[in-house]
């Protein structure tokens, strides 16, 4: 079997790097691996990589090294590929989908002594949004204006990571209109106003902080959808907080759930923002599903992300 890791040199400083390299290479030679460290170069990279070690036709583990985008590179070329599993080291700021593994998931993952000998493995549903793969969320309301503007104001002078978040989140907040007219068609049924937040949850983590459905799995063949129309300024930040804590159930006024394997459609007059997994994408009609196709992910076997589903409920 090959091991093969895929580090982003671009999700952490080039002392992480080099340490990072230096503990993969003292692992494998602990446990005799026969392995491959490959730095990405730019975008894209991670995809033709994993698609090469995939079309080898060889049984394989991919560890991608970084964020979320990291992986999501990585899930383009692995979802199907019955001889291929992947899982995620992380490196990134975010890392929202290993967040799912609870609160100790940095440490545990990078006990690579541990995750070769000791791990669990199962098949995630993965979702295609307009051929996108994405194993987390997928979001299309002002959350997602957010997030696809937090790199532009990155790109100023002396604009940091979090300055570059309040920049964009006060744009699109205070000086924008928070909902965007939009037709969605859900269960059957069609959301025809302004909306405020579409998020499509296979995942439970997005945005950084955020835990809209706290109870949502990656393989139950289900997505967890919320939907939240036009709203005052003064309700959108009294609802904000609770929306991020997972309370959608306590605002069934404010927040449409829905619960199904999909597809979920939308579309408006004007192009919409929408990102999969931190990746931005613009058309003026999606549609979101899961795919036929799965990820063989593996976890150290020490963590877990299951947690108690409650009977699917709430409808428009």
């Known amino acids: 079997m090959r091991h093969e890791f895929l580090i982003n040199p671009a999700a952490g400083k080039k002392k992480h790097i080099r340490a990072a390299v230096q503990a993969i290479r003292s692992a494998c030679a602990r446990h005799d691996l026969r392995h491959t460290i490959t730095l990405t170069e730019c975008a894209g990279d991670g995809v033709r990589i994993s698609r090469s070690i995939v079309d080898s036709g060889e049984e394989a583990r991919i560890y991608a090294i970084g964020g979320d985008g990291t992986l999501c590179e990585v899930l383009q070329a692995a979802a199907g590929a019955e001889h291929i599993a992947v899982t995620n080291l992380p490196a990134g700021t975010g890392n929202d989908f290993l967040k799912l593994f609870g609160p100790e998931f940095r440490e545990v993952f990078w006990d690579l002594d541990s995750l070769f000998t000791d791990f669990s493995q199962g098949a995630l549903d993965v979702m295609d949004c307009n051929g996108r793969l994405g194993l987390d969320v997928v979001c299309a309301g002002v959350d997602a204006r957010v ?24 744009q699109n907040v205070l000086f924008k209109d928070i909902a965007k007219p939009m037709t969605v068609h859900v269960d059957g049924q069609t959301w025809d106003k302004p909306t405020s937040i579409l998020c499509i949850c296979n995942g439970r983590h997005y945005g950084g902080g ?107």
Request: aromatic residues 10%; contains cysteine.
């Open 210 to 316: 955020f835990m809209p459905v706290p109870n949502a799995m990656p393989d139950d063949g289900i997505l967890d959808t919320l939907l939240v129309p036009q709203v005052s300024l003064a309700t959108f930040a009294r609802l904000v907080g609770d929306y991020a804590n997972g309370k959608y159930a306590d605002h069934p006024d404010l927040i449409e759930a829905h619960h199904t394997p999909g597809p979920i459609c939308y579309e408006a007059a004007e192009p919409i923002t929408t990102v999969v997994d931190g990746e931005v994408m613009r058309a003026k009609s999606f549609t979101v599903k899961l795919s036929d196709k799965k990820l063989n992910f593996f976890w150290p076997a020490r963590l877990s992300y299951r947690v108690e589903k409650e009977p699917a409920a709430a409808a428009l």
């Open 147 to 170: 997030a696809a503007d937090v790199d532009r104001f990155k790109a100023l002078p002396l604009v940091k990571g979090q300055g570059a978040y309040i920049m964009a989140l006060a």
